[in-house]
């Protein structure tokens, strides 16, 4: 995974915001139906939180405000923080991220239709990789702290 996105990669990003504002909660609606296709995906997630709604709300809300911040992300750090903190808690690993692309870009198709061109989604690969890369790194840290203090109480 790259670094940085390139600047036509954010520029691309930042261009679906006003589709992502009007359609995400569609979008992130046929993301979940596509992922829990996967029984082991669908037992990863809270199902009271899909049943009323509120995960693909809140992950509607999140891919808007990386479109619209993914060139200052540091904006979206308390996010990225409370997002990272919430997959250790649910026992989220690097290996259920491509699923969720697998699932998430499709979806964006499915619902944007001849709008989603093979080069927004293209950027949006890119782009979901790149924040992927971010929330793999954090959790690993946040992993390893907790197994170390795991270590440290077995020792009292």
């Known amino acids: 995974m ?69 060139d200052k992300l540091s904006v979206l750090r308390p996010a990225i923080e409370s997002m990272a903190a919430r997959h250790v808690e649910t026992h989220i690993k690097p290996e259920h991220y491509p699923a969720v692309a697998a699932a998430l870009l499709p979806a964006i198709r499915d619902v944007l239709g001849e709008a989603a061109t093979d080069e927004v989604l293209a950027a949006w690969g890119e782009a979901y990789g790149f924040l992927a890369d971010i929330l793999i790194k954090r959790e690993a840290t946040l992993y390893a702290e907790e197994a170390e203090a795991a270590e440290d109480y077995a020792k009292v």
């Open 2 to 70: 790259t670094a940085t996105l390139s600047s036509e990669t954010m520029a691309i990003v930042k261009s679906t915001a006003p589709a992502l504002q009007k359609y995400g909660l569609e979008i992130t609606s046929r993301m979940y139906e596509r992922l829990f296709v996967d029984p082991e995906m669908k037992a990863l997630f809270d199902q009271a939180a899909q049943k009323s709604g509120e995960q693909p709300k809140r992950l509607a809300g999140a891919i808007l405000a990386f479109a619209q911040n993914v």
